[in-house]
């Protein structure tokens, strides 16, 4: 399960990178000419790669690729107040990518431990990243992982008085 669940994070990442890569710009604002239903039936992967996938790692991935896409615009927003003088149209693709999927994963799987997710999102990095794109992601979402963990203690704290 663990094995597969780094694969479909993996395969995640790879979707939301091509996705990223093939949005157009104009005017300030992106375009997605790349649908979800493409994305998750992983149309844009080689055929032979696609025979050898497990149906627990294409679940998992989907989930990841169309959870993020259809809540972009909380997820990176969360990035956006989190990136300390830096803008997201900065980051790099492959970051960005691994942001997206790991907030996404801190905001709405709330059953994944944050430390798992953000554990992932470093291996991925130091995978395909540069050489400092594991502390980069590890300084933000642990920001962000903070900040949740504080909202959820101030939830809790109101909800039982």
Not at 10 to 18: C, D, M, N, P
Not at 62 to 67: H, N, R
Not at 81 to 96: A, E, K, M
């Amino acid at each position: 399960m663990v094995r597969s669940r780094r694969k479909g994070r993996i395969l995640a990442f790879q979707a939301l990178y091509f996705w990223e890569s093939n949005c157009e710009k104009e005017s300030g604002k992106a375009f997605y000419p790349v649908a979800i239903e493409e994305l998750v039936n992983f149309s844009w992967l080689e055929e032979e790669k696609k025979k050898n996938l497990d149906d627990s790692i294409t679940a998992f991935s989907k989930i990841l690729i169309a959870g993020t896409i259809e809540n972009i615009a909380a997820v990176d927003k969360t990035i956006k107040d989190h990136l300390d003088n830096w803008d997201i149209s900065r980051v790099n693709r492959v970051d960005l990518a691994v942001l997206r999927m790991s907030v996404f994963s801190l905001i709405f799987q709330t059953d994944i431990s944050p430390s798992i997710v953000i554990d992932e999102a470093i291996g991925i990095c130091r995978e395909y990243g540069t050489d400092d794109s594991y502390k980069f992601i590890n300084g933000v979402l642990d920001s962000i992982r903070k900040t949740l963990q504080s909202e959820n203690e101030k939830q809790r704290g109101t909800e039982s008085v």
